[in-house]
Protein backbone atom coordinates (compact mmCIF):
# COMPACT_ATOMS: atom_id res chain seq x y z
CA UNK A 1 0.00 0.00 0.00
CA UNK A 2 1.46 3.12 -0.56
CA UNK A 3 1.73 5.97 1.45
CA UNK A 4 2.65 9.57 1.34
CA UNK A 5 3.32 11.44 4.17
CA UNK A 6 1.36 14.50 3.62
CA UNK A 7 -2.30 15.73 2.64
CA UNK A 8 -3.69 15.16 -0.35
CA UNK A 9 -7.12 17.29 -0.18
CA UNK A 10 -7.95 16.97 -3.61
CA UNK A 11 -11.55 15.26 -3.56
CA UNK A 12 -11.83 11.79 -5.42
CA UNK A 13 -14.05 12.15 -8.66
CA UNK A 14 -17.21 10.48 -8.25
CA UNK A 15 -16.96 7.07 -9.10
CA UNK A 16 -13.47 7.52 -10.16
CA UNK A 17 -12.85 4.14 -8.45
CA UNK A 18 -14.87 2.00 -9.76
CA UNK A 19 -12.61 0.10 -12.58
CA UNK A 20 -12.68 -3.65 -14.47
CA UNK A 21 -10.02 -6.21 -14.24
CA UNK A 22 -10.47 -8.67 -17.13
CA UNK A 23 -8.75 -12.03 -17.44
CA UNK A 24 -10.22 -13.57 -20.81
CA UNK A 25 -13.73 -12.83 -20.74
CA UNK A 26 -13.89 -12.52 -16.93
CA UNK A 27 -14.92 -9.08 -15.68
CA UNK A 28 -14.55 -8.31 -12.50
CA UNK A 29 -15.61 -4.85 -11.02
CA UNK A 30 -13.26 -3.19 -7.82
CA UNK A 31 -14.57 -2.11 -4.76
CA UNK A 32 -16.23 1.19 -4.88
CA UNK A 33 -13.37 2.45 -2.47
CA UNK A 34 -10.25 0.70 -3.78
CA UNK A 35 -7.91 3.34 -4.85
CA UNK A 36 -9.61 6.08 -2.51
CA UNK A 37 -7.11 8.32 0.05
CA UNK A 38 -7.44 7.11 3.55
CA UNK A 39 -5.97 9.71 5.94
CA UNK A 40 -4.09 7.77 8.75
CA UNK A 41 -3.84 9.96 12.41
CA UNK A 42 -3.86 9.51 16.24
CA UNK A 43 -5.25 12.02 19.18
CA UNK A 44 -3.39 11.81 22.13
CA UNK A 45 -2.33 8.31 21.02
CA UNK A 46 -5.93 7.27 19.58
CA UNK A 47 -5.64 5.56 16.35
CA UNK A 48 -7.52 6.85 13.67
CA UNK A 49 -8.31 6.65 10.27
CA UNK A 50 -10.44 9.93 8.50
CA UNK A 51 -12.00 8.20 5.24
CA UNK A 52 -13.36 11.28 3.29
CA UNK A 53 -16.73 9.44 1.12
CA UNK A 54 -18.47 13.53 0.58
CA UNK A 55 -19.57 12.81 -3.15
CA UNK A 56 -18.91 9.36 -3.58
CA UNK A 57 -22.58 8.34 -3.18
CA UNK A 58 -21.28 6.00 -1.35
CA UNK A 59 -22.20 4.53 2.64
CA UNK A 60 -19.48 2.63 4.03
CA UNK A 61 -20.36 -0.53 5.71
CA UNK A 62 -19.68 -3.00 8.96
CA UNK A 63 -17.72 -5.09 6.68
CA UNK A 64 -15.81 -2.50 5.01
CA UNK A 65 -14.56 -1.25 8.33
CA UNK A 66 -13.46 -4.56 9.63
CA UNK A 67 -11.18 -4.91 6.36
CA UNK A 68 -9.77 -1.58 6.65
CA UNK A 69 -9.16 -2.59 10.16
CA UNK A 70 -7.18 -6.07 9.02
CA UNK A 71 -5.36 -4.48 6.07
CA UNK A 72 -1.59 -3.90 6.98
CA UNK A 73 -0.91 -0.55 7.95
CA UNK A 74 -4.62 0.36 8.39
CA UNK A 75 -4.97 -0.99 12.17
CA UNK A 76 -7.27 1.83 14.41
CA UNK A 77 -9.30 2.37 17.00
CA UNK A 78 -12.03 4.22 15.20
CA UNK A 79 -12.16 5.22 11.72
CA UNK A 80 -13.86 8.48 10.97
CA UNK A 81 -16.37 7.95 7.78
CA UNK A 82 -17.77 11.57 6.37
CA UNK A 83 -20.41 11.96 4.30
CA UNK A 84 -22.69 14.69 2.91
CA UNK A 85 -23.94 17.54 5.09
CA UNK A 86 -27.35 17.14 5.57
CA UNK A 87 -28.00 21.09 7.17
CA UNK A 88 -27.00 24.27 6.39
CA UNK A 89 -23.96 25.18 8.58
CA UNK A 90 -22.53 21.54 8.68
CA UNK A 91 -19.06 20.42 6.93
CA UNK A 92 -19.55 17.21 7.29
CA UNK A 93 -21.96 14.14 8.31
CA UNK A 94 -19.44 11.78 10.58
CA UNK A 95 -20.36 8.16 11.42
CA UNK A 96 -17.78 6.38 13.50
CA UNK A 97 -16.78 2.47 13.41
CA UNK A 98 -14.94 0.89 15.58
CA UNK A 99 -12.25 -1.69 14.66
CA UNK A 100 -14.92 -4.86 14.74
CA UNK A 101 -16.87 -2.66 12.87
CA UNK A 102 -19.90 -1.64 14.84
CA UNK A 103 -20.59 1.87 15.47
CA UNK A 104 -19.71 4.18 18.32
CA UNK A 105 -21.99 7.43 19.11
CA UNK A 106 -19.15 9.80 20.06
CA UNK A 107 -15.09 9.74 19.57
CA UNK A 108 -13.34 12.76 20.31
CA UNK A 109 -10.07 11.94 19.64
CA UNK A 110 -11.47 10.98 16.16
CA UNK A 111 -13.70 14.20 16.12
CA UNK A 112 -10.35 16.60 16.27
CA UNK A 113 -8.46 14.13 14.03
CA UNK A 114 -11.51 15.06 11.40
CA UNK A 115 -11.81 18.89 12.35
CA UNK A 116 -7.82 18.88 11.39
CA UNK A 117 -8.73 17.20 8.33
CA UNK A 118 -11.45 19.97 7.18
CA UNK A 119 -9.63 22.79 8.38
CA UNK A 120 -6.55 22.02 6.30
CA UNK A 121 -9.10 21.84 3.22
CA UNK A 122 -11.02 25.45 4.26
CA UNK A 123 -8.53 27.17 6.63
CA UNK A 124 -11.81 27.81 8.88
CA UNK A 125 -10.53 28.35 12.05
CA UNK A 126 -14.30 26.14 13.56
CA UNK A 127 -15.46 22.89 12.22
CA UNK A 128 -19.18 22.26 12.25
CA UNK A 129 -19.74 17.87 12.24
CA UNK A 130 -23.18 16.48 12.35
CA UNK A 131 -23.26 12.83 13.77
CA UNK A 132 -26.04 10.36 14.87
CA UNK A 133 -25.69 11.59 18.89
CA UNK A 134 -26.29 15.45 17.24
CA UNK A 135 -23.87 18.21 16.17
CA UNK A 136 -20.07 18.83 17.02
CA UNK A 137 -18.58 22.13 17.13
CA UNK A 138 -15.18 22.46 16.97
CA UNK A 139 -12.30 25.33 17.33
CA UNK A 140 -8.58 25.48 16.51
CA UNK A 141 -6.52 26.74 19.34
CA UNK A 142 -3.00 26.39 17.22
CA UNK A 143 -1.38 24.32 14.44
CA UNK A 144 -2.63 20.74 16.03
CA UNK A 145 -4.66 21.29 19.12
CA UNK A 146 -8.09 21.58 19.05
CA UNK A 147 -10.90 21.95 21.24
CA UNK A 148 -14.29 19.91 20.64
CA UNK A 149 -17.61 20.75 22.66
CA UNK A 150 -19.00 17.01 23.47
CA UNK A 151 -22.11 18.11 24.96
CA UNK A 152 -23.40 17.79 28.07
CA UNK A 153 -23.15 14.55 29.96
CA UNK A 154 -26.26 12.46 30.79
CA UNK A 155 -26.34 10.48 34.28
CA UNK A 156 -29.63 9.04 33.81
CA UNK A 157 -29.94 5.38 34.12
CA UNK A 158 -32.31 5.43 31.03
CA UNK A 159 -30.04 7.54 28.88
CA UNK A 160 -26.84 6.19 29.86
CA UNK A 161 -28.42 3.18 29.25
CA UNK A 162 -28.58 0.82 31.72
CA UNK A 163 -30.62 -2.18 31.57
CA UNK A 164 -32.53 -1.34 34.81
CA UNK A 165 -33.07 1.45 37.71
CA UNK A 166 -29.90 1.69 40.16
CA UNK A 167 -29.97 4.31 43.26
CA UNK A 168 -27.04 6.00 41.80
CA UNK A 169 -25.31 6.10 38.80
CA UNK A 170 -22.96 7.21 40.36
CA UNK A 171 -21.81 4.59 42.70
CA UNK A 172 -22.97 1.31 40.73
CA UNK A 173 -21.67 -2.23 42.56
CA UNK A 174 -20.86 -4.49 40.47
CA UNK A 175 -18.69 -6.81 42.71
CA UNK A 176 -16.16 -8.16 39.95
CA UNK A 177 -12.64 -8.05 40.50
CA UNK A 178 -12.36 -6.21 43.90
CA UNK A 179 -13.19 -3.41 41.94
CA UNK A 180 -15.02 -0.33 43.96
CA UNK A 181 -18.41 0.60 42.80
CA UNK A 182 -18.68 2.10 39.51
CA UNK A 183 -19.39 5.67 38.23
CA UNK A 184 -21.41 5.11 34.86
CA UNK A 185 -22.16 8.23 32.38
CA UNK A 186 -22.97 8.81 29.16
CA UNK A 187 -20.75 11.49 26.62
CA UNK A 188 -23.03 9.87 23.60
CA UNK A 189 -21.50 6.32 24.31
CA UNK A 190 -22.09 4.49 27.65
CA UNK A 191 -18.71 4.57 30.53
CA UNK A 192 -18.28 2.78 33.57
CA UNK A 193 -15.35 4.68 35.23
CA UNK A 194 -13.61 2.80 38.27
CA UNK A 195 -11.61 5.15 40.47
CA UNK A 196 -8.98 2.98 42.54
CA UNK A 197 -5.59 4.23 44.12
CA UNK A 198 -2.74 2.11 41.85
CA UNK A 199 -4.49 1.51 38.30
CA UNK A 200 -1.70 -0.83 37.71
CA UNK A 201 -2.84 -3.26 39.72
CA UNK A 202 -5.64 -4.48 37.97
CA UNK A 203 -5.24 -6.25 35.19
CA UNK A 204 -7.26 -4.32 32.20
CA UNK A 205 -7.06 -6.85 29.77
CA UNK A 206 -9.13 -9.14 31.82
CA UNK A 207 -11.35 -6.98 33.32
CA UNK A 208 -11.93 -5.02 30.11
CA UNK A 209 -14.12 -7.57 28.14
CA UNK A 210 -15.95 -9.12 30.99
CA UNK A 211 -17.61 -5.56 31.88
CA UNK A 212 -18.00 -4.39 28.41
CA UNK A 213 -20.55 -7.17 28.18
CA UNK A 214 -22.01 -7.41 31.31
CA UNK A 215 -25.65 -7.79 31.28
CA UNK A 216 -26.28 -4.15 33.14
CA UNK A 217 -25.30 -2.42 29.95
CA UNK A 218 -27.36 -3.52 27.13
CA UNK A 219 -25.41 -1.68 24.78
CA UNK A 220 -22.30 -2.86 25.63
CA UNK A 221 -19.56 -0.63 28.01
CA UNK A 222 -16.21 1.82 27.91
CA UNK A 223 -14.72 0.81 30.80
CA UNK A 224 -12.29 3.06 32.77
CA UNK A 225 -9.37 2.69 35.59
CA UNK A 226 -9.10 6.27 37.17
CA UNK A 227 -6.55 7.43 39.55
CA UNK A 228 -6.58 10.94 41.38
CA UNK A 229 -3.50 12.32 41.68
CA UNK A 230 -4.60 15.65 42.60
CA UNK A 231 -7.90 17.73 42.36
CA UNK A 232 -6.73 18.85 38.81
CA UNK A 233 -4.85 15.87 37.41
CA UNK A 234 -6.16 12.07 37.19
CA UNK A 235 -4.41 8.99 34.76
CA UNK A 236 -6.76 6.63 33.16
CA UNK A 237 -6.05 3.61 31.31
CA UNK A 238 -9.30 2.63 29.19
CA UNK A 239 -10.89 -0.54 27.40
CA UNK A 240 -13.21 0.67 24.61
CA UNK A 241 -16.02 -1.38 23.63
CA UNK A 242 -15.78 -2.80 20.18
CA UNK A 243 -11.79 -1.83 20.16
CA UNK A 244 -9.99 -3.35 23.26
CA UNK A 245 -7.54 -1.69 24.99
CA UNK A 246 -6.42 1.73 23.75
CA UNK A 247 -3.90 4.62 24.50
CA UNK A 248 -6.37 7.17 24.63
CA UNK A 249 -10.21 7.64 24.66
CA UNK A 250 -11.63 10.96 24.60
CA UNK A 251 -15.12 10.40 25.67
CA UNK A 252 -13.74 8.19 28.60
CA UNK A 253 -11.97 11.24 29.58
CA UNK A 254 -14.87 13.76 29.64
CA UNK A 255 -16.69 10.65 31.27
CA UNK A 256 -13.66 10.43 33.97
CA UNK A 257 -14.00 14.69 34.75
CA UNK A 258 -17.78 14.60 35.20
CA UNK A 259 -17.65 11.12 37.37
CA UNK A 260 -14.63 13.09 39.47
CA UNK A 261 -16.74 15.90 39.94
CA UNK A 262 -19.67 14.29 41.27
CA UNK A 263 -17.83 12.27 43.66
CA UNK A 264 -16.08 14.97 45.13
CA UNK A 265 -13.00 14.06 43.41
CA UNK A 266 -11.50 16.75 40.60
CA UNK A 267 -12.24 20.12 39.39
CA UNK A 268 -14.37 21.11 36.48
CA UNK A 269 -11.75 21.64 34.55
CA UNK A 270 -8.32 19.43 35.00
CA UNK A 271 -5.61 17.60 32.87
CA UNK A 272 -6.27 13.91 32.29
CA UNK A 273 -3.46 11.75 31.18
CA UNK A 274 -3.75 8.54 29.32
CA UNK A 275 -1.33 6.30 27.65
CA UNK A 276 -0.66 8.20 24.69
CA UNK A 277 -0.84 11.90 25.29
CA UNK A 278 -2.95 14.40 27.90
CA UNK A 279 -6.15 16.04 27.24
CA UNK A 280 -7.31 18.98 29.43
CA UNK A 281 -11.25 18.35 30.00
CA UNK A 282 -13.64 21.11 31.24
CA UNK A 283 -17.41 20.41 32.31
CA UNK A 284 -18.55 24.01 32.34
CA UNK A 285 -20.80 25.00 35.24
CA UNK A 286 -23.28 27.09 32.94
CA UNK A 287 -24.23 25.15 30.61
CA UNK A 288 -23.50 22.07 31.54
CA UNK A 289 -21.47 21.38 28.76
CA UNK A 290 -18.28 19.60 28.80
CA UNK A 291 -15.34 20.46 26.48
CA UNK A 292 -12.27 18.51 25.34
CA UNK A 293 -8.45 19.96 24.71
CA UNK A 294 -6.22 17.56 22.91
CA UNK A 295 -3.33 17.02 20.14
CA UNK A 296 -3.79 15.61 16.82
CA UNK A 297 -0.88 13.98 14.44
CA UNK A 298 -0.94 13.30 10.94
CA UNK A 299 1.09 9.26 10.14
CA UNK A 300 0.09 9.37 6.60
CA UNK A 301 -2.06 9.65 3.54
CA UNK A 302 -2.70 5.65 1.62
CA UNK A 303 -4.60 4.64 -1.46
CA UNK A 304 -6.65 1.54 -0.52
CA UNK A 305 -5.46 -1.26 -2.10
CA UNK A 306 -8.10 -2.96 -3.82
CA UNK A 307 -6.43 -6.57 -2.89
CA UNK A 308 -8.08 -5.85 1.23
CA UNK A 309 -11.40 -6.37 -0.46
CA UNK A 310 -10.45 -9.22 -2.86
CA UNK A 311 -12.40 -11.94 -0.58
CA UNK A 312 -15.62 -10.01 -1.52
CA UNK A 313 -18.11 -9.34 -4.11
CA UNK A 314 -18.30 -5.57 -4.88
CA UNK A 315 -21.02 -3.66 -3.79
Same mark, same amino acid.
Given at each position: ? %?? =?????????? $?????????????????????? $????????????? &??????????? &??????? !???????????????????????????? *?????????????????? /???????????? !? *????????????? $? =?????????????????????????? +???????????????? #?? /????????????????????? %????????????????????????????????? +???????????????????????? $???????? #??????????????????????? *?????????????? #?????????
Amino acid at each position: M %AT =RAHFSYIPTK $RDMNVKSLRTGKLTETLHRLAG $RDIVKMNGAGNEI &LVLDLRGANYA &LTPSDAR !ALAAAPGLGYDQLMALGDPQEPGEDAFM *TIYNRDGSLSASCGNGTR /CVAHYLAEQTGA !A *TVRLATSAGRLVV $R =RDGPLSFTVDMGRPRLDWREIPLAHA +VADTGAVDLGLFGLPP #AS /CVSMGNPHAIFFVAEAEKFDL %ATIGPVIEHHPLFPERVNVSLAQVRSIDHARLK +VWERGAGQTLACGTAACATLVAGV $RAGLLRRR #AKISLPGGDLVIHWREGDNRVEM *TGPVELEFVAQIDP #AIFSDRAAP
